[in-house]
């Protein structure tokens, strides 16, 4: 709407009349000047409207009539106030009647001075009004629709409560930097973490006073301010996140990460991980150590084996492949405890006899334990290290009760003349132990190419295992495993016997490795898979556990052998669970997780056997789900020690967390068994709850079991 003419009686129109000769230049310019004032009332982002001292308009834009959406029609000038709010009730755009909107305006019209409100209309819209008295009577009201401007003011406020809410609730401590490194939010948490004062923190503060503040109270120690800040900024100045760990002087470990931001500054979370970082420090511990002697286990002893290969251009190294002359029959005497203690002594000499601090023993498992001697100048320097142990093993063990007397056998392999790598060093090692034992034992023999004895054996137990899947001199044990909360069978796991005519009961120690080596693992699994299930088959709703190989998994065929054996004896898949050892999640290829994968989503379940003593258990977890996890025997044997306890009991609780089911195996004692129940281990296996029976003795436990069930 255009901005109203001059009313009659202006001071234009007195001024023609006065005279007729009235010079034409005043004219012009009055005319220039109402051109002016119409443009820029028209141009203003605000509505305005302008009345007289009888309360009618003179003029209003375009905007006062948008805003109100009123007829342009019929809002004219001369018109008066109340009748523009009736006008607006009647259009619908007041939330009011004309009189209430009236009443609630004519304060601020009689006042006679400027003044501010809002009114919200029938739409929700809001509009902001000032009001300014004319010095002639009358008020000018310019209009602006704050309509946005409150919703984002709201927005803004919510998003601060939310901030706030989430600040005074998180579980770690932060500090929020500008790009000047001025501190500009800081939580409560932060304080309870570092135990400071809010004093001590002020906003404002800059980065390098917050160190200085820091050292000063204590908190840290050793630490340069300057060189510290002058890393961190840096780092962030590349856009980069900074992450460390500070150590506080009272002992704790706190997680420090700076994460730039995209405006300028950082955010700073502190998180404390002082029991965290001693459960990893542990676990990297234990999973790179025996549990019983503390001794660096294989996989470590391999990865220093590894390395110092690597790292070798002149120098020599021996390998010492040993094993315990008569160590069964300690066992066997004076029970287990009895030959824990002797293995706990002997790596304790063993430890004694070594040259140097560079020189490494390690356990690889049972009485089997190995050396790496460095910096051989000549083959003597192993031949003493071999006699002093020789001798030093061969003296007697007293405990309180006991005289143990054991001797030790040692095969050594020289590098580089004996094998430039770790597989045939190793190997050659143990040929040599094996020449060492068929000799007499507590003897050392160094190897030679012409030991073939025990590849002449080890190529007769190929043959004798080819024959006998043939000859059907595979069976299957079953070792029943308890739900312990509510002491009722939860099913089996199948384990393979191989009872030959003419070698006897073979240990699967004995001949699965060799069927790994051969491939013929591929066949004798597939044959225990299909018969593990065929005698499952009537057992439900009880399931059947069945180890596998990471030979059977990498054959390509493993999927179609489990989706047949299933079909064949009607087995269903959540019935079924395939346990597997870390080796096979190692592989890490594609074959290998897209075989899990494609099982797991068929409904069979994924155990991950021995638990804990490899080397990056966590790391399988976190890369592969798995439905269970079993603890190994070593853990539940050693329970006693406080440490081991303090793992177990950390392993159940991850398994808790993580939803995974946690079994042990190996409980014996009833000791054992009260101890899993009270920190909530799902699962138990071992001698305490079964002895591994054949098919006919298991499907009695288990129709006993459903009795039990059906009549409590």
């Known amino acids: 709407m255009p901005v109203a003419g001059i009313k009659a009686g202006s001071s234009v129109r007195r001024r023609r009349a006065k005279g007729v000769g009235q010079p034409q230049p005043i004219e012009d310019e009055l005319r220039e000047q109402n051109e002016r004032f119409s443009a820029a009332v028209e141009n203003m982002s605000h509505g305005l409207c302008m009345f007289d001292a009888d309360e009618r308009m003179i003029i209003c834009n375009r905007n006062y009539i948008s805003i109100f959406r009123l007829d342009a029609e019929v809002v004219r000038p001369g018109i008066r106030f109340f009748d523009i709010l009736q006008h607006s009730m009647d259009i619908g755009i007041a939330s009011q009647s004309a009189e209430q909107l009236y009443a609630i305006r004519k304060p601020y019209i009689d006042q ?17 009004i000032s009001h300014r008295p004319l010095a002639s009577g009358g008020w000018v009201s310019i209009y602006e629709d704050i309509t946005e401007q409150r919703r984002a003011e ?32 800081r939580n409560e948490r ?24 820091l050292l000063e109270l204590g908190i840290y120690t050793k630490l340069d301010p300057d060189s510290e800040i002058s890393q961190i900024e840096a780092c962030l100045r590349a856009g980069k ?7 506080l002087a009272d002992g704790r470990t706190l997680l420090v990460a700076r994460r730039p931001m995209s405006g300028g500054g950082w955010v700073a979370t502190f998180d404390d991980v002082t029991e965290r970082r001693r459960v990893e420090e542990r676990m990297t511990h234990l999973a790179h150590h025996d549990t019983l002697t503390n001794l660096p286990n294989r996989s470590m002893l391999r990865e220093r084996l590894d390395q110092a290969l690597s790292e070798t251009t002149n120098g020599s190294l021996a390998i010492f492949s040993l094993d315990l002359d008569h160590f069964k029959a300690v066992n066997d005497s004076w029970g287990h405890p009895a030959g824990d203690w002797l293995l706990k002594c002997v790596a304790e000499r063993l430890q004694r006899c070594l040259r140097n601090e560079t020189d490494v023993v390690s356990r690889f498992g049972g009485d089997e334990f190995v050396i790496i001697q460095f910096n051989l100048k000549s083959p003597g320097d192993a031949e003493k290290l071999a006699k002093r142990i020789v001798e030093i093993i061969g003296k007697p063990f007293r405990d309180k009760r006991h005289d143990m007397r054991v001797g030790i056998s040692l095969g050594i392999a020289l590098f580089p003349n004996d094998g430039k790598d770790a597989d045939t060093l190793l190997k050659n090692a143990d040929m040599a132990l094996y020449r060492a034992k068929s000799e007499g034992r507590n003897l050392y023999r160094f190897f030679e190419p012409a030991m073939d004895a025990m590849v002449r054996a080890r190529r007769a137990l190929e043959i004798d295992l080819r024959a006998a899947l043939s000859r059907r001199e595979f069976e299957l044990d079953f070792q029943p495993i308890m739900n312990i909360a509510s002491g009722e069978i939860a099913g089996a796991e199948a384990l393979m016997r191989w009872r030959s005519p003419v070698r006897g009961l073979v240990r699967p120690d004995d001949f699965i490795p060799a069927a790994e080596e051969t491939g013929l693992i591929v066949p004798l699994g597939e044959w225990a898979l299909r018969k593990a299930c065929t005698t499952a088959a009537g057992w439900a709703p009880w399931r059947i556990a069945v180890n596998v190989s990471a030979v059977q998994i990498k054959s390509g065929t493993f999927a179609r052998s489990v989706i047949s054996a299933l079909a064949f004896s009607g087995v269903p898949a959540n019935r079924l669970e395939l346990e597997i050892t870390e080796t096979v999640l190692m592989d890490e290829s594609d074959l290998v997780l897209k075989t899990l994968r494609q099982l797991r989503d068929l409904g069979v379940r994924i155990a991950l056997d021995d638990f804990g003593t490899g080397y990056s258990s966590l790391g399988y977890l976190r890369r592969f789900p798995v439905d269970k996890i079993k603890i190994d025997r070593s853990f539940i044997s050693d329970i006693d020690s406080r440490d081991t306890a303090a793992i177990v009991r950390t392993i159940i609780g991850l398994g808790a967390q993580l939803g995974i089911t946690v079994t042990a195996e190996g409980v014996e004692t009833e000791a054992q068994f009260e101890f899993l129940k009270k920190e909530g281990c799902v699962e138990a296996q071992g001698y305490l709850i079964g002895v591994p029976s054949n098919a006919s003795d298991i499907n009695r436990l288990l129709r006993s079991s459903a009795t039990i069930r059906q009549s409590g």
């Open 241 to 247: 996140t900074h992450v460390t760990h500070r150590h």
């Open 190 to 213: 932060f304080l309870e973490l570092y135990h400071v004062r809010p004093a001590d923190f002020p906003l404002g503060m800059s980065h390098h006073d917050a160190f200085k503040r």
């Open 154 to 185: 709201q927005e803004l406020k919510e998003q601060h409560r939310r901030f706030d809410a989430a600040l005074a609730n998180m579980s770690q401590g932060l500090l929020m930097y500008d790009a000047d490194g001025k501190l500009i939010v």
């Open 112 to 128: 006679a001075k400027p003044s501010t409100y809002e009114e919200t209309l029938a739409d929700g819209r809001i509009v902001n």
